[in-house]
T-cell receptor
Framework: GAVVSQHPSRVICKSGTSVKIECRSLDFQATTMFWYRQFPKKSLMLMATSNEGSKATYEQGVEKDKFLINHASLTLSTLTVTSAHPEDSSFYIC???????????FGPGTRLTVT | DAKTTQPPSMDCAEGRAANLPCNHSTISGNEYVYWYRQIHSQGPQYIIHGLKNNETNEMASLIITEDRKSSTLILPHATLRDTAVYYCIVRGATSGTYKYIFGTGTRLKVLA
């Protein structure tokens, strides 16, 4: 149980385009999901907290207009990287908290490469 | 900033116990200690968590000191597949404090 998926697993896009990453909780409902990014050989950095039906809460230094988060249902949150640049290339990981639980379950990650 | 500090790397011989320390000296009374690990290019995997008492599950044991300022994750019989980065995280117990702040973790290498 408590499986989280991400789609796509890898994506390559051209500079200036936008790319959407989906995070789904497959066997539970999640009112709260989180988005992280991770650079090579570095730790995970929390980008934002995504709450179903309300606006996401962004961490300091994360541009909300660049990283659009939508949490339209209890099983799906999306992260859209707008006007992507090569420096946005990173490993993006989501996590979800089941209702009546506190543990975060992580997705497998999405490798974004901007050329 | 992360509330935990861990050694950057450790080696362990296959079949031996791996003891990974974590310092969380500023932990509050209602905060939990969580351990996750991340194998290369994958999402973090939950291992174990605890509040005050020592905990054991099929993967590992968690020893928390009496003053709760530090803990040790024990992998009793390390295998090559346990090679990963291990993260110790302190998590709040109230709504709004569930978020994880990852530290640098410990890169464990299990040697054949």
């Amino acid at each position: 149980g408590a499986v989280v998926s991400q789609h796509p697993s890898r994506v390559i896009c051209k500079s200036g385009t936008s790319v959407k990453i989906e995070c789904r909780s497959l066997d539970f409902q999640a009112t709260t999901m989180f988005w992280y990014r991770q650079f090579p050989k570095k730790s995970l950095m929390l980008m934002a907290t995504s709450n179903e039906g309300s606006k996401a809460t962004y961490e300091q230094g994360v541009e909300k207009d660049k990283f659009l988060i939508n949490h339209a249902s209890l099983t799906l949150s999306t992260l859209t990287v707008t006007s992507a640049h090569p420096e946005d290339s990173s490993f993006y990981i989501c996590s979800a908290i089941p209702q009546s639980s506190y543990e975060q379950y992580f997705g497998p990650g999405t490798r974004l490469t901007v050329t | 900033d992360a509330k935990t500090t861990q050694p950057p790397s450790m080696d362990c011989a296959e079949g031996r116990a791996a003891n990974l320390p974590c310092n969380h000296s500023t932990i509050s009374g209602n905060e939990y200690v969580y351990w996750y690990r991340q194998i290369h290019s994958q999402g973090p995997q939950y291992i174990i968590h605890g509040l005050k008492n020592n905990e054991t599950n099929e993967m590992a044991s968690l020893i928390i000191t009496e003053d709760r300022k530090s803990s040790t994750l024990i992998l009793p019989h390390a295998t090559l597949r346990d090679t990963a980065v291990y993260y110790c995280i302190v998590r709040g117990a109230t709504s709004g404090t569930y978020k994880y702040i990852f530290g640098t973790g410990t890169r464990l290498k299990v040697l054949a």
